[in-house]
């Protein structure tokens, strides 16, 4: 039982680069998550999926762009990096929408941006 | 006005104690409640989860759920060291989202 998989699990890049955050389930859920979380802000949803090829803001989605071609992966992409996206992000997926459906979180990816 | 908020901790009670964690919400239409605890360094992972109002069980947690007066709790009886990480409280909406709790810190003393 893989689950839900990140990676990379550490990862440091420089300002205005690329980077892409990946995040695979094998359980098929339908709703797949991407939240960041930093010192006393606990966890923010960035961008959300209810399925494949559809896509929703979150919170805070400035700067990170999202796709969703297939169930099972949801990549988040930094386009230009900035300083201020230093972060742990975490990946999680549900079910569906049921109220008694929680999240399932990947082990989350540490990003530093120099 | 943040939806969700939490006691903003750090909490800390010796061990065998009763640890409270609250959680309030804003007046939206929530569907479920859900305790996470996360480990430092680690991802959160379900504890408990509660959709009605009244108390709920699980082994040393209890789940606390009043909609009326938009709060939720979670007790922690017996209190143990492997109890001591971060505890957030989750607020799912309609349409599959959830609102998230900055935390609340427990620390559980030998």
């Known amino acids: 039982d893989a689950g839900i998989t990140q990676s990379p699990r550490y990862k440091i890049t420089e300002t205005g680069r690329q980077v892409t955050l990946m995040c695979h389930q094998t359980w098929s859920h339908s709703y797949m998550f991407w939240y960041r979380q930093d010192l006393g802000h606990g966890l923010r949803l960035i961008y959300y999926s209810a399925a494949a090829d559809i896509t929703d803001k979150g919170e805070v989605p400035d700067g990170y762009v999202v796709s969703r071609s297939k169930t099972e992966n949801f990549p988040l992409t930094l386009e230009s990096a900035t300083r201020s996206q230093t972060s742990v992000y975490f990946c999680?997926?549900?079910?569906?929408?049921?109220?008694?459906?929680?999240?399932?979180f990947g082990d989350g990816t540490r990003l530093s941006i120099l | 006005q943040k939806e969700v908020e939490q006691n903003s901790g750090p909490l800390s009670v010796p061990e065998g104690a009763i640890a409270s964690l609250n959680c309030t919400y804003s007046d939206r239409v929530s569907q479920s409640f859900f305790w996470y605890r996360q480990y430092s360094g680690k991802s959160p992972e379900l504890i408990m989860s509660i959709y009605s109002n009244g108390d709920k069980e699980d082994g040393r947690f209890t789940a606390q759920l009043n909609k009326a007066s938009q709060y939720v709790s979670l007790l922690i009886r017996d209190s143990q060291p492997s109890d001591s990480a971060t505890y957030l409280c989750?607020?799912?909406?309609?349409?599959?989202?959830?609102?998230f709790g900055d935390g609340t810190t427990l620390t559980v003393k030998p």
């Open positions: 999680a997926s549900s079910e569906d929408s049921s109220y008694n459906q929680p999240q399932h």
């Open positions: 989750a607020v799912k909406w309609y349409a599959g989202k959830s609102t």
